[in-house]
């Protein structure tokens, strides 16, 4: 297992980590999730609760202060005023339990994104073996998950013995205070303890995820073999490629060696670059570039021209202006208007002598 770890040295690739995605595998950090969670308590209590409870006080306080008013002397009023008081409670309730769950549903969202893989809501007989259960409880990744739960407790009781310790004179005091006045000690107390651990679980969840990142990444490394094999998948065989590709070329090469006979004129370097030129007044614009080459190519330009009478004018500039410029079967640049007109006219004037 090791040797297979050593041996897995590359990066994943973007086709890998998409193929873990869709089966549901993705980096995430519960701790994450935990610390939003409670940063969204801390401010909840601290700017939104004493809001959200305001209604409630006020309702309490009406009973509180007409006890008298309540009348709960038949089932029917008992069960009014039972379904009176539980339903101001959820009122009361169901704001920082729905805010909590958006915080939750946000955090995990904003970890993986919108992710459903029905492979994980299947059933899977594996997590009910108790052998394979066993195996987990006991695997490197549980015993680390355990010593982080555990040091993340003693990190949240310590917080706890520092936050309160200096104010345990206070609990003495709390007796002789108000109602009104206790409240408000104990919500800064709660405040304070709130904001301490927030502050403490951030931190460890920016340090968990940058682990998990760590790990996650590592257990999706590939081997140079199967980095090498995915490519192939991707953009095919490279020898195959290459074959192809220089299939292509050869066909298109024939093309163009069959064009030679119908060209006008050849135009040479004379050894290193040949341009066969095509032109019809009647139908052309300009004229049009059918084949070209150099070294080997060229030779053979010249070759087939000569099989079939096609004249061959020497002009160097010409040439190689024409082979770099202008695709094949493409009509010729304006700036080389002048040059080929003189070509031509030159061929045409060959031609009538040679009929003469």
């Known amino acids: 297992?090791?040797?297979?770890?050593?041996?897995?040295?590359?990066?994943?690739?973007?086709?890998?980590?998409?193929?873990?995605?869709?089966?549901?595998?993705?980096?995430?950090?519960?701790?994450?999730?935990?610390?939003?969670m409670l940063t969204a308590m801390t401010v909840f209590v601290w700017l939104i609760a004493p809001m959200s409870m305001s209604r409630l006080k006020v309702y309490l306080s009406g009973f509180l202060a007409h006890p008298d008013a309540i009348r709960i002397g038949t089932g029917e009023?008992?069960?009014?005023?039972?379904?009176?008081?539980?339903?101001?409670?959820?009122?009361?309730?169901?704001?920082?339990?729905?805010?909590?769950?958006?915080?939750?549903?946000?955090?995990?969202?904003?970890?993986?994104?919108?992710l459903l893989v029905v492979k994980k809501i299947i059933p899977d007989l594996n997590k009910i073996n108790p052998l394979a259960g066993f195996q987990r409880m006991f695997s490197l990744r549980s015993v680390i998950e355990l010593a982080k739960s555990t040091a993340k407790m003693l990190v949240v009781a310590v917080i706890c013995y520092l936050v309160l310790r200096p104010r345990i004179?206070?609990?003495?005091?709390?007796?002789?205070?108000?109602?009104?006045?206790?409240?408000?000690?104990?919500?800064r107390l709660l405040i304070r303890l709130l904001f301490s651990i927030a502050l403490v679980t951030i931190v460890i969840a920016a340090?968990?995820?940058?682990?998990?990142r760590f790990t996650y990444m590592k257990k999706l490394r590939m081997t140079k073999q199967e980095v090498k094999e995915e490519n192939k998948q991707s953009e095919g065989d490279p020898l195959v490629k290459s074959r192809l590709r220089s299939l292509r070329i050869q066909r298109a090469r024939?093309?163009?060696?069959?064009a030679v006979p119908k060209a006008d004129v050849v135009v040479?370097?004379?050894?290193?670059?040949?341009?066969?030129l095509k032109y019809d007044a009647e139908t052309?614009?300009?004229?049009?570039?059918?084949?070209?080459?150099?070294?080997?190519?060229?030779?053979?330009?010249?070759?087939?021209?000569?099989?079939?009478?096609?004249?061959?004018?020497?002009?160097?500039?010409?040439?190689?202006?024409?082979?770099?410029?202008v695709d094949l079967d493409r009509e010729i640049?304006?700036?080389?208007?002048?040059?080929?007109?003189?070509?031509?006219?030159?061929?045409?004037?060959l031609k009538g002598k040679l009929r003469r």
């Open 1 to 36: 297992m090791a040797e297979d770890d050593d041996s897995k040295s590359e990066e994943p690739t973007g086709k890998r980590l998409s193929k873990a995605r869709e089966e549901g595998d993705v980096l995430q950090s519960m701790e994450v999730k935990t610390a939003a």
């Open 77 to 114: 009023e008992l069960s009014s005023f039972a379904a009176d008081v539980a339903g101001n409670l959820a009122l009361a309730a169901v704001l920082p339990f729905g805010f909590l769950m958006l915080v939750g549903l946000i955090s995990g969202l904003g970890q993986t994104g919108w």
């Open 169 to 187: 004179a206070d609990l003495d005091l709390l007796p002789s205070m108000e109602t009104i006045a206790i409240l408000s000690y104990m919500h």
């Open 207 to 212: 340090a968990d995820w940058f682990y998990q």
């Open 254 to 258: 024939t093309r163009m060696m069959a």
């Open 268 to 276: 040479t370097n004379p050894t290193h670059y040949a341009c066969a």
């Open 284 to 325: 052309m614009n300009a004229p049009v570039l059918v084949a070209k080459g150099q070294n080997l190519v060229a030779f053979r330009i010249r070759e087939i021209a000569e099989e079939n009478d096609i004249p061959i004018v020497e002009n160097p500039p010409l040439a190689r202006a024409l082979y770099a410029t």
């Open 333 to 349: 640049q304006p700036d080389h208007y002048k040059a080929v007109a003189e070509v031509i006219s030159y061929v045409m004037r």
